[in-house]
């Protein structure tokens, strides 16, 4: 059974980087990653703060948020 | 042929965190992942360093360093 995973972006250069490196590389029999981005689908923004998204790029896994370096602001994207 | 991967971390536990999604789960077939935990290992700080790692967890992936979340400062593990 895989693991579901969202990846959040806003097409920036460091989200582009954190996608190429780990979105593309999670293992896909472990994972199933779903990428979003904040700035085609902002009514995606609300669940990405639930989950405590802070900044983009980031992970969310099992409900667990993991910020990848620093792209931007969910602020900023609002 | 897989890229080599370097996943530094402290033993905290945002770094235990992200060893278990991230450094565990990247795609085996593309990535040869090295752990080095920089308490037990603080000959390799000087190396995390010059890759540009600011803070563990952290990845170096073709010499690029990705930070996930925030566990310690490197300054703090010296």
């Known amino acids: 059974m895989s693991t579901k995973a969202v990846f959040y972006h806003a097409g920036c250069p460091i989200c582009v980087d954190a996608e190429r490196q780990f979105a593309e590389s999670l293992d896909s029999t472990k994972f199933n990653v779903e990428v979003v981005h904040l700035g085609?689908?902002?009514?995606?923004?609300?669940?990405?703060?639930?989950?405590?998204?802070?900044?983009?790029?980031?992970?969310?896994?099992?409900?667990?948020?993991?910020?990848?370096?620093?792209?931007?602001?969910?602020?900023?994207?609002?």
Do not use: C, M, W, Y
Not at 58 to 71: K, M
């Open 40 to 78: 085609d689908a902002p009514g995606r923004l609300t669940e990405a703060e639930q989950a405590g998204v802070k900044s983009v790029p980031a992970f969310v896994i099992e409900g667990q948020p993991f910020h990848i370096n620093f792209g931007a602001s969910l602020e900023d994207l609002k």
